[in-house]
């Protein structure tokens, strides 16, 4: 099976690529919206949401949680059914930030209707056909869309879904990327996260159960990080009948723990992370640091404008990266590292900082679908 993936190509500057979104009210529906009311080649063309608010003005219906206003234009917007119909049919790209509970099937309507998605939902992250993708880390993963596209009943011409990440996954394998770029393959990984309050979207963890303390639980989450590290971190084998699969980093085998925490911060989760490389001896510390400060992804090269000018900045301070100060790094885009020192247990640690509502989700859809256009998949 081959694909005509590899030719970049700038879309002409004059012309705008329609958007819609799916659960545009919510946490990172509203993100969308920030984001797309500033893009260079993207227009807000739909918003949709449940059948609650359709039919109702935007401004009408969301709780608007951001810093920057509702977007001129946008609260006026009518919002609709998450049901294919003219209007989401005039989009070439549909961003979702479905709830989870419903976005299977109506993400699987849109693409079944021939439409480009992006979401950030967990429904499809498993999928084989499906890339699960990281835009700072592995776009190469687009190229299983043929495959996606030919396998589907009936097969399709232009539709796809493409995922990103869990946010706290999200985070942490940017850096983790950086690592096996720089020195190979790393054998094992400890994480334990501290995840913001909007991570449960809104309204959320009670204020009652989250104020003065901390929750050592999040449903599923740990089994999200250990699993779509290695479909991320790991490459795509071909057969010799040409079909594509996610090897899930088999070659070289990667154990990956989790332990996730809910904290009283509203964004920006933080992740203390310990690594094991295979090659022996391991890279110092400072070789690490300097390993992150000259990651450079792909999606830069590309020419995608909203991937970030630096993915990881290295903090030398002792208490750094915090979410309050460090969040906004690159409007939300890169990551922040810090801490980086010896393990006694494993061999490097250091402690991550990203955005879950940017990086970890709205941010990295957008640098998704223009990659996507770059590539010529969509547009
Ligand atoms: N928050 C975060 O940091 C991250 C979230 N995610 C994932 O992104 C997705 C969205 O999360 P988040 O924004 O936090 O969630 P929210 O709960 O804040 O928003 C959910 C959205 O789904 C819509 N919705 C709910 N029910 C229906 C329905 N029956 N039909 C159509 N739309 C419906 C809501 O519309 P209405 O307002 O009308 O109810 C709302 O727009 C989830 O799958 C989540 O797991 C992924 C990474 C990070
Ligand atoms: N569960 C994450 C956010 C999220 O929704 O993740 P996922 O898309 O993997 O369900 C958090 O609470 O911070």
Request: with cysteine.
């Amino acid at each position: 099976m081959s694909s005509s993936l590899d030719s970049p190509t700038i879309p002409n500057a004059t012309h705008t690529i329609n958007v819609g979104v799916l659960g545009a009210t919510g946490t990172v529906g509203q993100r969308f919206i920030t984001l797309l009311s500033a893009h260079p080649w993207f227009k807000i063309h739909v918003l949709g949401a449940s059948p609650r608010s359709a039919g109702k003005r935007y401004g009408e219906v969301v709780k608007w949680k951001q810093v920057l206003p509702i977007p001129v234009g946008v609260g006026e917007m009518v919002v609709r059914e998450c049901k294919v119909d003219e209007g989401w049919r005039d989009c070439q790209i549909v961003f979702s930030g479905l709830d989870a509970d419903v976005a299977g099937p109506i993400e699987e309507s849109f693409r079944a209707s021939d439409l480009a998605v992006f979401s950030n939902s967990k429904n499809y992250r498993r999928n084989p056909h499906v890339p699960l993708i990281v835009p700072l880390v592995n776009p190469s993963h687009l190229s299983i869309i043929p495959q996606q596209r030919l396998l589907h009943t009936p097969p399709l011409q232009k539709g796809f879904i493409v995922t990103n990440a869990n946010c706290s996954t999200t985070g942490y394998v940017i850096p983790l990327c950086a690592l096996e770029k720089a020195f190979g393959p790393i054998e094992s990984v400890l994480v334990t996260t501290m995840q913001a309050i909007s991570g449960a979207g809104y309204p959320g963890v009670s204020a009652l159960d989250i104020m003065d303390n901390v929750i050592p639980y999040i449903s599923g989450e740990e089994e999200k990080i250990e699993w779509e590290t290695l479909k991320i971190l790991g490459g795509i084998a071909e057969s010799d009948a040409g079909v594509k699969t996610f090897d899930m980093h088999a070659k070289h085998p990667l154990r990956v723990s989790a332990s996730c925490n809910r904290v009283p911060v509203i964004d920006g989760h933080t992740e203390c992370v310990s690594v094991r490389f295979k090659r022996r001896p391991p890279p110092s510390p400072q070789q690490v640091r300097e390993a992150f400060s000259a990651f450079t992804p792909d999606c830069q090269a590309l020419g995608a404008p909203s991937a970030p000018r630096r993915a990881i900045v290295v903090h030398e301070e002792a208490d750094r990266p915090q979410p309050r100060l460090d969040r906004y790094f690159q409007d939300g885009a890169g990551v922040s590292v810090g801490r980086v020192r010896q393990c006694q247990v494993l061999d490097v640690k250091f402690v991550v900082l990203a955005n879950n509502v940017s990086i970890g989700a709205a941010t990295s859809s957008i640098i998704n679908a223009e990659i996507a256009v770059l590539k010529g998949i969509v547009g």
